[in-house]
């Protein structure tokens, strides 16, 4: 049985005071949202690669990062975590003292360049393939079969960026 022992503004009230708190909490979710790209973080699984050599600078290879189809996420704008075999100089290491900002894929693409020899001498080990995945993500890399053979010696990558221009690893 409904009671009626509350009063018309009394339940209008209660009413206004429910709506304010569902809109606080959806304030709170939107600030908390905000802070970030509003988007989820790219899992290596979230994208598709590939892989050109580019020759300025010395020459590098050009890693492009693509969400597959009906994925939005994005990219931190840092290095991604990759090697040309398991021998601790065949790791990547970031040419970018800090981090970049995010790039958003949504049907665009990430951009970083990756120099497989930092070094001024003839030394190196020759590779065909890259492992590599997101950053955070090393237990899922992705293999990539390399244009041409490299000469590995202390490699570097640039950070995720969204104008390929801006992936060029210079060394120096």
């Known amino acids: 049985m409904r009671s009626?022992?509350?009063?018309?503004?009394?339940?209008?009230t209660l009413a206004v005071l429910a709506a304010l708190a569902l809109g606080?909490?959806?304030?709170?979710?939107?600030?908390?949202?905000?802070?970030?790209?509003?988007?989820?973080?790219?899992?290596t699984s979230d994208l598709t690669f590939s892989v050109k050599t580019e020759t300025e600078a010395g020459g590098y290879y050009l890693i492009t990062a693509k969400a597959k189809p009906g994925i939005i996420c994005h990219l931190e704008g840092v290095s991604p975590s990759a090697s040309f075999g398991s021998h601790p100089n065949t790791g990547v290491s970031p040419a970018e003292q800090s981090a970049?900002?995010?790039?958003?894929?949504?049907?665009?693409?990430?951009?970083?360049?990756i120099n497989?020899?930092?070094t001024a001498d003839d030394n190196g080990v020759?590779?065909?393939?890259?492992?590599?995945?997101?950053?955070?993500?090393?237990e899922n890399s992705v293999t990539l079969q390399l244009p041409d053979t490299a000469t590995v010696d202390r490699p570097i990558a640039t950070n995720w960026h969204a104008d390929p221009a801006d992936a060029v690893p210079f060394i120096g």
Not at 24 to 43: I, N, R, V, W
Not at 103 to 108: C, I, P, R, W, Y
Not at 127 to 134: G, W, Y
């Open 116 to 118: 497989p020899k930092s």
């Open 24 to 43: 606080g909490a959806a304030t709170a979710t939107a600030t908390a949202d905000s802070s970030g790209s509003g988007t989820q973080a790219c899992a």
């Open 4 to 12: 009626r022992f509350t009063t018309r503004s009394a339940r209008m």
């Open 100 to 113: 970049g900002d995010d790039v958003v894929l949504a049907g665009s693409a990430a951009y970083a360049g």
């Open 126 to 138: 020759q590779f065909d393939q890259l492992h590599l995945s997101v950053a955070g993500d090393e």
